[in-house]
């Protein structure tokens, strides 16, 4: 019986997810740890405020805290997408960027060029709403920014200046922690960046997972 207190806290350990915030484009709303596992973070409406995004030559900015993570960016061009159905079309989900792994935690400027994703209504003068997906090896969690694209518009410069690439010295699940700035890219660069993610190559990834464990992850180029 003195091993229960163990064994309860070991069980409790496989369910911790390693949340991630999106700090650029602005998402629907407030940070929600618990939400993050639902759809868009736990923000089912469109919201009104959305942001002026450039058609070509974007960028998304995230901070996250788990090693060996991987990412993707859905797109949907549904007036209030409410759901995962509205960001599919004909059952298959509909990428803006596919799957792309990293090794490091940190903070990350990732390329996202919303005219190169082949789909229907991505155009300029659009309300488009995407939905950044993180798998961390202990599921996947959401959050979903509301834009309005723009084929002639150009970031600020204080956004442009913040797109930088940071990694971490240590795993820290959401939180802060001390980091050392790695090779930038500028915003809709075609190099590398930092590891697979600075890049436009679309890396679809195949995970097993098995009671909050990555039991393999294997990316493969195409």
Request: hydrophobic share 35%; charged share 15%.
């Amino acid at each position: 019986m003195k091993f229960a207190p163990l064994a309860v806290l070991a069980s409790l350990s496989l369910g911790v997810h390693a949340h991630f915030r999106l700090l650029f484009p602005e998402p629907r709303g407030v940070f929600v740890a618990d939400q993050e596992p639902n759809f868009c973070g736990g923000y089912s409406d469109v919201t009104t405020n959305r942001t002026t995004f450039p058609l070509e030559g974007g960028f998304f900015r995230i901070r996250q805290g788990h090693e060996d993570w991987s990412t993707s960016v859905l797109v949907s061009v549904a007036p209030n997408p409410n759901s995962f159905d509205t960001f599919k079309s004909g059952g298959e989900d509909l990428y803006a960027r596919f799957w792309a792994n990293e090794s490091k935690t940190g903070n990350f400027c990732i390329p996202l060029d919303l005219s190169a994703s082949g789909v229907s209504g991505v155009e300029d003068g659009a309300n488009v709403t995407i939905q950044i997906v993180l798998n961390g090896g202990d599921g996947q969690l959401y959050q979903c920014a509301d834009l309005t694209l723009s084929s002639n518009y150009t970031f600020p410069s204080d956004i442009q200046s913040a797109c930088v690439n940071e990694t971490a010295d240590h795993t820290a699940h959401g939180t802060e922690t001390s980091t050392s700035p790695s090779t930038s890219e500028t915003a809709g660069s075609s190099g590398s960046g930092n590891g697979q993610l600075g890049g436009f190559e679309h890396l679809p990834v195949l995970s097993a997972l098995g009671a909050g464990v990555v039991g393999a992850l294997i990316a493969i180029a195409l």
